[in-house]
């Protein structure tokens, strides 16, 4: 008995074919009709309950989300074909990576060290001799410190 | 037996015309002139004072800051040359005391490379070594309420 009324259920529902029921007894159709029509009344208040509630509906938000979805799939095939740098970061292995990133590092490196403005002499000085017939000389320097430059002071005694 | 001693006068040619070889390259570099430099020379009167600076000396002015901190303000240019010269040839300017100064750059020196520069002003004469591009000074002659300092500068020639 509950065998008959669950197929005249997933008839109406549509999981079977209608020729289910030619197979079954009128009453067993006019079950199906009966609870075909419940489904309807109960799929219209559904709805209405949640047009009334804000609710989207169900069937238009899937295919919502499906065209989304298949958007989305195909900005990313674009972008992969696109994408230079996304593209070899992704395809290349490692072996060739590596010493791409060490020869731009290698480049960059030597730009700074060539480029970025006036190199500092090096004033370090070595006073190998000094001679004078009067006056006083001393030599001023900070061999720790090669942008000082050395100073050779030659001051006459008299002017102190 | 025999073949070795035919060959022992090959090897002993062969070991003389490389020697000729080697020696024939590398005797121009041994032997070859010392490269020109540019001496510049800067004679700059410096003063107490109110600061001031000649814009001549902007390129200048770390090494005048560091090497002289607060011992003077005002630093003015009374002369600059800057001569490309052979070792041996004396770059001179005359000091506005009169006094002839002359920097003679005398080659560079064969283990690091150094410049050697001879200084004559007056009596006093002095000879230093300094790096290429390098600048060291002389200083303490009096004049017009102020020092002389001369900043000698010299700079190998790359061509």
Redesign the interface.
């Known amino acids: 008995m509950f065998g008959r009324k669950r197929d005249a259920m997933r008839v109406a529902d549509g999981d079977l074919p209608r020729d289910v029921l030619d197979a079954m007894g009128p009453a067993d159709r006019d079950e199906a009709a009966a609870f075909a029509d419940l489904s309807a009344v109960v799929r219209s208040a559904e709805a209405a309950r949640s047009q009334a509630a804000g609710i989207p509906d169900f069937e238009m938000m899937f295919a919502g989300v499906e065209a989304r979805v298949a958007a989305e799939r195909r900005e990313a095939a674009e972008a992969a074909q696109t994408g230079w740098l996304a593209g070899m970061v992704h395809s290349r292995p490692l072996w060739v990576l590596a010493p791409a990133g060490a020869m731009i590092m290698a480049v960059a490196l030597g730009w700074v060290l060539t480029s970025g403005g006036e190199a500092r002499p090096d004033n370090t000085c070595f006073v190998d001799s000094y001679d004078a017939d009067k006056g006083s000389i001393f030599v001023d320097q900070d061999p720790d410190d090669p942008a000082q430059a050395t100073v050779i002071w030659v001051v006459d005694e008299e002017e102190g | 037996m025999q073949c070795g001693r035919a060959r022992e006068p090959r090897t002993v040619l062969a070991w003389m015309a490389g020697a000729l070889i080697i020696a024939g390259l590398t005797a121009p570099v041994s032997a070859a002139a010392d490269p020109k430099a540019t001496v510049s020379v800067t004679v700059i009167l410096a003063k107490k004072g109110p600061p001031h600076l000649h814009p001549a000396l902007q390129?200048m002015w770390?090494?005048l800051r560091?090497?002289?901190g607060e011992k003077f303000a005002s630093y003015d240019v009374h002369d600059q040359t800057s001569r490309k010269v052979d070792p041996g040839t004396p770059v001179d300017v005359m000091l506005p005391n009169g006094v002839k100064f002359s920097a003679t750059y005398s080659g560079v020196t064969p283990d690091k490379g150094?410049l050697r520069v001879n200084?004559d002003?007056g009596?006093?004469?002095?000879?230093?070594?300094?790096?290429d591009?390098?600048?060291?000074?002389?200083?303490?002659?009096?004049h017009d309420g102020g020092t002389l300092?001369v900043?000698v500068r010299a700079t190998l020639d790359k061509n």
């Open positions: 390129p770390d090494t560091q090497t002289f150094l200084v002003m009596d006093f004469q002095t000879k230093v070594r300094i790096h591009g390098g600048v060291f000074f002389q200083a303490g002659q009096k300092v900043a």
